[in-house]
């Protein structure tokens, strides 16, 4: 199998490919084991012949993937190895030779890019599929080319004097740390310029951006999308990034965590309203912002947004097509919003399975840069 070669050192860890089983039953209960049967029901149900969801949008089509993936499913084998198949083959065929794993609109070059990135990174490492080598290899390639002067990524696959924001440099993280968990190599230089595009987005409740300041650092802020527009969804997102980079004792993490908790704490549900709590993109964020995090923050949160889920899922067992799916909410309607909130819904579920090679290593001391 052709190795990932990029210019800087070899990161590699044990995978253990089985799951790690939950710490404890809190984390799993049978309604959220139903909701989450019912959810990859409904994906399966509604994925049609082409494997697409009947969407050219490929960071969705892999989410669909993902869910599966997450609940422990392979292609090709058991109950819906074909599913995840068909899904898989739908992104592997449609990559372009560019390495770019978009072919819909330019505008979501580096969202569906960096998303199917980091699916085939976890495919990568959970099944012997040789196609899935040579495709991760050019889709890497392209991140750390079109990575901007200043550490981002714009949402065109191209390199520039800036980055857009701070959504699209978590889409990277997400797939280059995938290839990390996959056993595979990454640049040193594309990760420490990342890391500084990251820690400029955040803002302290001041606007002081004096860091080595210990009065800014403990003062609340959190992580913006443009280094103005603060939201929950960033505040995640931030959080990810670094902890995907091996930043684990960041004083920002903390800050951030603070903003997550009181928003999840502060969490309504609305039973059977058939959407998922938070939007899909936030959700998505979220939950792996409080897992990676870990202690407190995922003991208080995930219950809460596990039952919100559980609570919210469409529930119609006499209506089949009515019957397990989520809405994303945001931007994403239709089926393609159902595909998206529920393949969100049902990852965010399956969590504590630890199928995931992501959510089975532990902190990669190797990530981290050489300097503060």
Known sequence: M??????????????????????GEWEIT?????????????LARNQGPAGNWESNDLGLVSMGALAFLAAGHTPGHGQYGETVRRALDYVLKNARPSGLLNIADTQRDMYNHGLSAFVLGQAHGMTDDPRISSVLDRALKLIAY?????????????R???????????????????????????????????IKSVREHYRPRSGRRDFNDATVRNEPGQFTYDGNRASLAMAACGVVCLQEFGQYDDWRIPRNMDVIRAEVQHLKI????????????????????????????????YPRLRDALVAQQSHHPDQPAQHGFWE???????KPGQLYGTAVGCFILAIPNRYLPILQEGKIDSLRPQRP
């Open 2 to 23: 052709k190795q990932i070669v990029y210019l800087g050192m070899f990161l590699t860890f044990a995978l253990c490919c089985q799951s790690a089983h939950a710490e």
């Open 30 to 42: 049978p309604e959220s084991e139903a909701a989450l049967d019912r959810g990859l029901a409904w």
């Open 146 to 158: 079109t990575q901007c002067s200043d550490g981002g990524w714009d949402y065109v696959s191209r």
């Open 160 to 194: 520039a004097e800036h980055g857009h924001d701070l959504s699209l440099v978590v889409m990277q993280a997400k797939a280059l740390r995938s290839a990390v968990d996959s056993g595979l190599e990454v640049s040193p230089e594309v990760i420490d310029l990342a």
């Open 270 to 301: 609305a039973k059977n309203s058939a959407k998922v709590p938070l939007d899909a993109y936030t959700l998505y964020y979220v939950g792996q912002a409080v897992y990676q995090v870990g202690g407190e923050s995922w003991q208080e949160c």
């Open 328 to 334: 994303a909410g945001g931007h994403v309607g239709g």
